[in-house]
């Protein structure tokens, strides 16, 4: 597409540019032009400034502007060649600049690299959409055996921090009687809905899973950690999180790994602030993340670990309480407390 309010120079370029073969579309006017290219995108357009009611930086913001035009290149053309003129041409979105009057070959060389770097742009980008669409397709069909790929892994996280499978399926158990109880407020009723319930079951299991990248010996010391060891530990919250993101980069709909990033990175931060490894106070904290982390301190204070014998329900309950307003959401202690007795059953014959 040519636009130019100087007939000569439409004819010009015209007859230049279809001894090449091109097909060509000349407009003298910057409107008229916007609107043939709003029903038939051109592939690269030539673009002079200086044009009555309409110069051409204004046509070209209202290109950028527009999602199905901003990709096509325009190239400048004008008898300004004075440096500030060309330097507005391109913070305006211009990608070349071509001086009255006119060369062949110049003009001849810099529509051709232009055009074909868009054509080889617009390619990748088709592959890339097929691609994407193909990615979720797949991942659709295959779900159910990723959600028992992650059950494996988050066992494997499990076992090798010294602990059994059955604290996956106590933490999720422990998630949704906390959920159930949270349902019942009115300050939470319409956030928890079904899709939440799930995707904060499934992806429960995933808190610990940066804890593949900490050093046996830190994950598996019997005794107190020093604070450089305590500090590398923290960092399983980072690479869980990081780890997960990646995958949600492929997908970005994803509920359910959007929800397992805020979990393994915020599952550490406390209701006052004084958590890891953001700091993030109240409900800055994701919901989420908050569900789990006194499910999973629970469990903890429950569980045997190297360093201690479990604890039982009354004393793990007292540190619950303890906690609330502190390290926990005093809304999420307070459903903890509905469900005590679903929650001491959770433990009942487990050694």
Not at 257 to 262: D, K, Y
Request: charged share 25%.
């Amino acid at each position: 597409m040519i636009v130019d309010d100087t007939p000569a120079n439409l004819t010009l370029l015209q007859d230049m540019l279809r001894i090449e073969k091109y097909r060509v579309l000349a407009f003298p006017q910057g409107a008229l032009a916007l609107k043939a290219a709003a029903n038939t995108p051109p592939d690269l357009i030539l673009l002079d400034i200086i044009m009555p009611e309409m110069d051409g930086f204004e046509v070209c913001r209202q290109l950028k502007a527009n999602p199905k035009l901003k990709n096509i290149p325009v190239l400048f053309i004008s008898a300004l060649s004075d440096n500030i003129d060309k330097v507005r041409a391109f913070q305006e979105g211009g990608v070349d600049y071509i001086t009255k009057p006119f060369q062949f070959e110049e003009v001849h060389a810099r529509v051709g690299v232009h055009l074909r770097s868009h054509l080889l742009e617009r390619e990748l980008r088709l592959h890339n959409e097929k691609l994407e669409k193909l990615v979720l397709e797949q991942v659709k069909e295959i779900s159910a055996a990723q959600m028992s790929v992650i059950d494996a892994i988050s066992s494997l996280v499990e076992v090798r921090d010294g602990d059994t499978q059955k604290h996956i399926g106590r933490t999720r158990q422990l998630c949704m009687i906390l959920m159930n109880g949270l349902r019942k407020r009115s300050k939470y009723g319409k956030t928890l809905d079904d899709n939440f319930f799930d995707n904060v079951y499934n992806a429960a299991p995933l808190h610990d899973i940066g804890k593949v990248g900490i050093a046996d010996s830190i994950l598996l010391k019997p005794n107190k950690l020093t604070y450089e060891e305590f500090e590398i530990m923290k960092s399983h919250a980072t690479i869980g999180a990081s780890a997960l993101e990646t995958v949600l980069a492929l997908d970005t709909r994803n509920k359910f790994i959007a929800t397992g990033v805020s979990i393994a990175r915020s599952h550490h931060e406390r209701w006052d602030g004084s958590g890891y490894p953001d700091g993030l106070q109240g409900e800055a904290i994701p919901l989420s993340a908050r569900i789990v982390s006194l499910a999973d301190v629970y469990d903890a204070l429950r569980s045997r670990r190297p360093y201690k014998e479990p604890f039982s329900h009354e004393e793990s309950t007292r540190i619950i309480r303890q906690g609330s307003n502190a390290q926990f959401d005093s809304a999420l202690v307070e459903a903890f407390i509905d469900g005590e007795e679903a929650l001491a059953q959770l433990y009942i014959n487990d050694k």
